[in-house]
């Protein structure tokens, strides 16, 4: 029979694998291997891979060198705290990449929560790398980033715990065999890190399913009999994700906060390093597809994000701040789109109007209010830099076509 779960509207669908991937990643840094399957009986190739199978070679490369200096791994890890660090922020000696750019003493304090018995809690702005930070940290801990739950609105308690496999609920009554066990459930048994993403958006009585797993480690089964319970192997721990946008969405209780080391992970402040984070992106998102973008309307994509995301420009005229995200995550897809656009429709180089038309998917999420409030930056802002600037000029032709 096939297990089944219930789904976000709460229908019975069948079971996904024992790991469904993440659904949503941020994209901010991203530099992923890529490397197609080909030939005979080759499984097709991947949009995206999970971290551990996109870097398996760093991955390997590091527990060699953990074996050859006899390095202490605690117990249930892949790898020791200083290779899962060096997996994170790079290590050039043994070929390992940057992946994650940020604060790397917030990296070195989620590895030491991680030791502990404190679940890990990463909070900020969408689009700052939380969800990629906690997949690198499960691939480099567990070997595996893919026990995951996606918070929101139909989560379940089934989510967290477990479910039945109906059919066999039926014919058999409450077995092992009948019982299909949650992401975290698996890493209980297995000693791995789960993963809870956006979990504010899940109901409180929901969220407070993780207290007792985080305080006792152990989940309970009473379908099973009585005192049936499983008990967390080391290496189990939970790392989350919340949006400071959704705060006060639902609101966290007390007891499941103290069971949570919090960290926050904080936007790219330094312009010209976002602008070398996009292109690297681009280059990542991309590769050979990707149409040529010139300095100049690099600067434009960045500087426009960075001036709408801060409510300043760089010298320091006030600038109304839209209510979407306008992320370095957003700014890379908006990159992307522009890369896209010129080359499917233009002359297959990025130019600064790409970039203003593809804006409106990033600025506009049906708010009226950010409408007037780009016609203002456009207005202000852009126009000034239009009358130094080709690429601001183009810009503002552009987007006064689209805003008006």
Request: charged residues 25%; contains cysteine.
């Amino acid at each position: 029979m096939t297990a089944r779960h219930t789904d976000a509207a709460g229908k019975r669908r069948p079971a996904p694998p024992r790991a469904a991937p993440a659904a949503d990643v941020d994209a901010a840094g991203v530099a992923p291997d890529r490397s197609d399957a080909v030939g005979p009986g080759a499984a097709p190739a991947q949009l995206r891979p999970p971290a551990e199978e996109r870097w398996a070679a760093e991955l390997e490369a590091l527990a060699a060198a953990d074996a050859a200096s006899g390095a202490e791994i605690p117990a249930g890890w892949r790898l020791s705290p200083r290779s899962v660090r060096a997996f994170i922020v790079g290590d050039e000696d043994l070929g390992v990449t940057r992946k994650f750019y940020g604060d790397d003493p917030l990296v070195d304090r989620a590895v030491v929560t991680l030791l502990g018995r404190q679940g890990l809690m990463l909070v900020g702005e969408p689009g700052t790398a939380k969800s990629m930070l906690s997949e690198l940290l499960s691939a480099a801990v567990s070997g595996a980033s893919t026990l995951t739950i996606q918070g929101s609105a139909g989560t379940t308690e089934d989510h967290i715990r477990y479910s039945w496999n109906y059919a066999l609920l039926i014919a058999e009554g409450p077995t092992r065999r009948a019982l299909v066990p949650s992401p975290v459930y698996q890493a209980m048994e297995s000693g791995r890190l789960v993963r809870f993403e956006e979990i504010t958006r899940c109901p409180p009585e929901i969220q407070d399913t993780l207290v007792s797993v985080l305080s006792e480690k152990q989940l309970m089964v009473p379908e099973l009999g009585d005192g049936f319970r499983v008990s967390a192997a080391p290496g189990f721990n939970v790392i989350a994700t919340a949006n400071l946008r959704d705060r006060g969405v639902h609101e966290m209780s007390a007891a499941l906060k103290r069971r949570f080391n919090f960290e926050t992970v904080r936007p790219v402040s330094d312009r010209a390093f976002e602008a070398e984070l996009i292109s690297r992106a681009l280059d990542a998102e991309l590769g050979p597809e990707r149409a040529p973008m010139s300095p100049q309307v690099l600067d434009v994509l960045v500087t426009a994000f960075a001036d709408l995301r801060t409510g300043t420009t760089a010298s320091g005229a006030p600038v109304k701040r839209p209510e979407a995200v306008m992320s370095t995550a957003e700014a890379v897809n908006v990159g992307v789109a522009a890369s896209m656009s010129a080359r499917y429709f233009g002359d297959g180089t990025v130019r600064a109007a790409d970039v203003a038309r593809q804006l409106v998917g990033v600025a506009l999420k049906g708010e009226d209010e950010d409408a007037r409030r780009m016609r203002f930056y456009v207005d202000s802002v852009v126009r000034e830099r239009a009358r130094s600037s080709a690429a601001w000029k183009e810009f503002l032709s552009a987007s006064q076509d689209l805003w008006g």
